[in-house]
């Protein structure tokens, strides 16, 4: 299926994007150390952003296929840019923490942690992007 995604670039380093089945917009700006004013979420800021959403997207999924209740789940995604041999994302760290007090039994466990580690987003991204995925179960 086709999405459509419509950008303006507004200028000033700012683009505005709508997303066509929806209508909602975001806007970007550049991030400080590349020319911008760091005013909203950098285009590399998007790609951590999908990534995160995409492994708990997923997990969800397969949470309702399982019964499973991972409502409340928390993920932080760290991005780390690197300039050699040309900027660009370097390293994506997640650190998702499911929410204290459930007990997810050990197939429920893999098949989230799967799901995460397979999202289409993280297939998507290159290679050479180091990815480190934690997973919390607290008691």
Sequence with gaps: MAVQIDVIYDG???????????????????????????SAFSPTDLVATAFATCMLTIMGLVAQKRGADISGTQCTVVKEMVADPVRRIGKLTARIVFPAGRNYDPDTRKALEQG???????????????????FVYPE
């Design 116 to 134: 995460a580690l397979t999202c289409p987003v993280k297939q998507s991204l290159h290679p050479d992007i180091t990815v480190d995925v934690q």
């Design 12 to 38: 000033n380093l700012i683009c505005r994007a709508t997303h066509g089945p929806s209508r909602q917009t975001l806007t970007t700006d550049a991030p400080v150390d590349n020319g911008g004013r760091g």
